[in-house]
């Protein structure tokens, strides 16, 4: 099935269209043979917006409206994701999601600093939420808002030249209080916060995320990324009301080295390995273990830990 992933018109540093969003840098991103990327960066979403980009002194400054995304618990906007036939019937999404970045540029690589700001809302009607289900089963019901975002910062610095190949360390640093889909790795279909049904509240949760990295290239068609990613999120929700049947990822740790390889200019073949530490709230499952368990209200949620490896190979035609 096909499938359109980016579709944009530009004039004159106004883009208007679907691309990823203006809360990344393109330029200091990691290679993995993982299809969603590594984890800790900023989340490559594609997503559609007005952006405007403009030189300022010896970088550029970029601007954006985005299309926003309800991702709190009890939000039922990721059956619209994933259905592509479902309307929520609680998330408000009133106010576009407002990014901006600017980027300094020298010989030796770059820096970039970004920021997000966007508007959580819910209001089921009066009636209870059909779709979403919270503590013990129970439907959402009321009406909340709240301001969330964050910032980050990121940074790749050159090391060497290896047959006009350049070799680099690039880093990637975003936080944030209900920052939850802009860093890849944290849920992104209920982390940016809760609707507590005792109090009404909606509430944002602080996420981080960050990533280290470096490429080496060992001729001009074979070449090495050493990756790290790490995500931590507060899981608030776990805490405040004892919804834990969901398992949400308290932190994530990955770690990936691979080897790729260029036949052809068009064609390249990978070779990865990736090892993974997950710390979760919630019940025990068959998927992770126990650590150690409290459920009171207030306090730390059980926790389940695991560990995991793959190997995992892929092949990719440009055209």
């Known amino acids: 099935m096909l499938r359109l992933r980016h579709a944009t018109g530009e004039w004159r540093g106004l883009l208007i269209g679907m691309t990823e ?93 970004m920021g997000v700001a966007r508007d959580l809302s819910v209001d089921t009607g009066g009636a209870a939420s059909a779709n979403s289900t919270v503590t013990g089963g129970a439907k959402i019901q009321g009406e909340g808002s709240a301001f969330a975002g964050g910032g980050g910062i990121s940074a790749l610095i050159f090391t060497n030249k290896v047959d006009g190949k350049d070799n680099y360390i690039t880093a990637q640093f975003e936080g944030g209080d209900g920052i939850g889909r802009y860093i890849q790795g944290i849920d992104t279909g209920s982390q940016a916060g809760y609707f507590n049904n005792a109090t009404r ?8 995320g960050f ?48 080897l790729i390889w260029n036949p052809a200019p068009q ?29 009171a209200p207030g306090a730390t949620s059980v926790k389940n830990e695991a560990w995991g490896n793959r190997i995992q190979f892929a092949t990719q035609y440009n055209f």
């Open 21 to 113: 969003s203006n809360f990344e840098d393109h330029e200091a991103g990691v290679e993995s043979v993982e299809f969603n990327n590594s984890i800790g960066r900023a989340n490559g979403i594609r997503q559609s917006m007005v952006q405007y980009q403009h030189l300022l002194g010896p970088g550029r400054l970029s601007v954006a409206l985005e299309s926003p995304t309800g991702d709190f618990k009890g939000s039922d906007q990721p059956a619209l994701n994933t259905g592509m036939n479902t309307i929520s019937t609680n998330v408000q999404d009133k106010v576009p999601d407002f990014t901006a970045a600017y980027m300094y540029k020298d010989s030796w690589g770059h820096v970039q600093v």
């Open 267 to 295: 064609i390249q073949m990978g070779l990865e390995y990736v090892l993974g530490h997950r710390i979760a709230d919630g019940p025990t499952s068959t998927a992770v273990s126990k650590v150690s368990a409290t459920t």
């Open 201 to 208: 509240v909606l509430h944002t949760e602080a996420a981080y």
């Open 211 to 258: 990533t280290v990295a470096y490429r080496n290239w060992w001729s001009s068609t074979w070449r090495t990324n050493i990756i790290y990613g790490h995500t931590h999120a507060s899981n608030f929700s776990a805490m405040d009301t004892a919804d834990v049947t969901t398992n949400p990822n308290r932190s994530l740790d990955n770690v990936y080295v691979n």
